[in-house]
């Protein structure tokens, strides 16, 4: 059951994201279709993961709060489904870091919220863990822009994802190499850089700290320049 829940749960999500809402995809072909992959997204919601479960075209994987992992259903369930517990209480989660990388490795894609959190509707100042990850795997990052699910608070709403939801999937671009340990300010501007990337594919209203020039703003809201609908 544990390899076939991931599948299982992406095709009854996407039956009620089709039943319930507006929801598009664009962007599609911009997805790599093998390799190791650094999914990086702005956080609005709890729903956030499965809708990007449901969008992307591979099986993903995720981080998610220490603490929904409480339980034993709730602990199998999350880990079947292809969570990993990170602990937001350290200021470094070697655990998570670990995990991830091994994913990685392995050539799975992981989807990370870089924001640490849910932003409320703008985008907040983000950690600079993912900036780390991508320099220790070198994988190539995806930045996604996603709209619409601020107001699906409850987990319920899984069941039930109404409103006008967009995943807005941008071009993949990797960070340049670093020799030796980098430094802080080194690792803001990488993490910006990163950032940034997400906030081009969000409309001005919801880039937050990130905000960008509409004059850098290609497609809908951001890089990717094609539209497929889910």
């Not at 937001?88 to 990388?101: F, M, N, T």
């Amino acid at each position: 059951m544990k390899n076939y829940l991931f599948p299982i749960c992406k095709v009854l999500q996407t039956g009620t994201l089709k039943l319930f809402s507006n929801w598009r995809v664009d962007g599609i072909e911009n997805i790599p279709p093998m390799g190791p992959l650094i999914i990086v997204a702005n956080h609005q919601s709890n729903l956030d993961p499965p809708i990007l479960g449901s969008s992307i075209n591979r099986r993903v994987y995720f981080l998610a709060k220490s603490t929904v992992f409480k339980g034993r259903f709730a602990n199998w369930f999350l880990r079947s489904y292809g969570a990993f517990p990170v602990n937001r209480e350290r200021q470094s989660d070697i655990g998570a870091y670990k995990w991830v990388l091994t994913q990685l490795n392995r050539g799975n894609p992981v989807v990370l919220f870089p924001e640490g959190t849910r932003n409320g509707g703008a985008m907040i100042k983000a950690k600079n863990g993912v900036a780390q990850i991508a320099i220790k795997s070198q994988a190539p990052i995806l930045p996604v822009g996603i709209t619409g699910t601020t107001g699906l608070k409850s987990w319920t709403r899984v069941f039930v994802p109404t409103g006008d939801l967009h995943i807005n999937i941008g071009n993949v671009f990797s960070i340049p190499h670093i020799e030796g340990r980098p430094n802080n300010e080194v690792m803001d501007s990488l993490t910006d850089m990163i950032m940034e990337r997400i906030a081009r594919l969000l409309p001005e209203q919801q880039q937050g700290v990130y905000q960008v020039s509409h004059s850098l703003n290609t497609g809908a809201y951001g890089d990717n320049q094609n539209t497929s609908k889910s």
